[in-house]
């Protein structure tokens, strides 16, 4: 079609296209465009993560070595640390406060006890301070790169379970030192690592996609993982803690409600493990069952809750 303009040429118009009156969305669709950055479905995303498994592993290593670079004593820290930690517990709350009694075996069970109770609460306490923090503090890595959001709270839930690993060397120690010789129940050690390590991750995405909207969260969570330290029998035996009459007299089924909670059944599991006078008796019922709940529970309701906001992270 043609038509003369105001000077006599001649102006062609052109042929009408078979996209006309398409719609942006329908236009893209035609042509197999998609959003940058959408959210993938929940399969596809697990494949993604996958896919970036080595990513993961690299990642947190890296950041497990940088984390002490700058110190004089550099990767001893990674054991130091906790031990620091069990020493003042000790003096405060074994010494001074007398929290040893009560512990299945006897005083002389306290130290490892203590110890065991100090390195799975540390394991969970900075997966959660560091997936709070694991998207906000990674923001030019967040924008710069497309690549699935989890691998980033679940590598520093990794590195901090590379962590531990180091400081179960120590513990092996301190166990021969106070006569605690292995027997088949170290082999069970595995499965409660693998265990905490799903329910870390979970509560560590959780937190992620909390601390990525609300950064004052990483300022609110140490007062809360002081408290829930507090309400797991860190650095006391819970049960008898709490209802002995001579401590807080309270009823039996308190006692069995707090001791549910999961930091405490992982750490009565470990001690279960590694102290051969700590037996079923001393554990809730169906601890395994209930130390796999958490893990599952936690583990599928963390990815899919932060699967959901995909698309948001690094944003705004």
């Given at each position: ?151 980033l709270p679940i590598s ?76 797991s029998g860190v650095m ?81």
């Amino acid at each position: 079609m043609s038509e003369s303009t105001h000077d006599g040429a001649v102006a062609v118009n052109p042929p009408p296209s078979p996209d006309d009156g398409l719609s942006p969305a329908e236009l893209a669709a035609k042509h197999g465009l998609s959003v940058s950055g959408a959210r993938p479905p929940l399969l596809a995303y697990v494949r993604q993560l996958w896919a970036r498994r080595h990513f993961i592993l690299a990642f947190s290593r890296a950041k497990l070595h940088a984390q002490y670079s700058q110190a004089k004593l550099g990767q001893v820290w990674q054991v130091a640390t906790p031990l620091l930690n069990a020493a003042v517990y000790l003096l405060i709350f074994g010494y001074i406060l007398g929290a040893k009694d009560g512990v299945p075996g006897g005083n002389k069970n306290y130290i490892p006890f203590l110890v065991i109770g100090v390195f799975l609460f540390t394991f969970t306490q900075q997966s959660v301070m560091t997936g709070v923090r694991s998207i906000s503090s990674n923001l030019g890595l967040v924008r710069a790169l497309h690549f699935p959001r989890a691998s980033l709270p679940i590598s520093f839930a990794l590195q901090q379970l590379q962590q531990l690993l180091y400081s179960m060397i120590v513990l092996v120690v301190i166990l021969f030192a106070f006569r605690e010789f292995p027997t088949w129940r170290w082999l069970l050690v595995v499965p409660v690592l693998a265990l905490q390590f799903v329910f870390n991750s979970g509560i560590a995405l959780i937190m992620a996609r909390l601390g990525s909207k609300t950064p004052d969260l990483a300022q609110l969570m140490p007062f809360i993982l002081r408290t829930w330290m507090y309400a797991s029998g860190v650095m006391f035996p819970l049960h008898y803690m709490l209802t002995h009459p001579d401590r807080l007299g309270a009823p039996e089924w308190v006692a069995d409600v707090v001791a549910m909670n999961p930091i405490a059944v992982y750490m009565d599991l470990m001690r279960f493990c590694l102290i051969p006078d700590y037996t079923y008796d001393h554990l809730v019922p169906q601890v395994w069952l209930v130390a796999g709940g958490w893990a599952l529970l936690f583990g599928v309701l963390g990815f899919v809750y932060f699967w959901k906001a995909e698309e948001r992270y690094g944003r705004g």
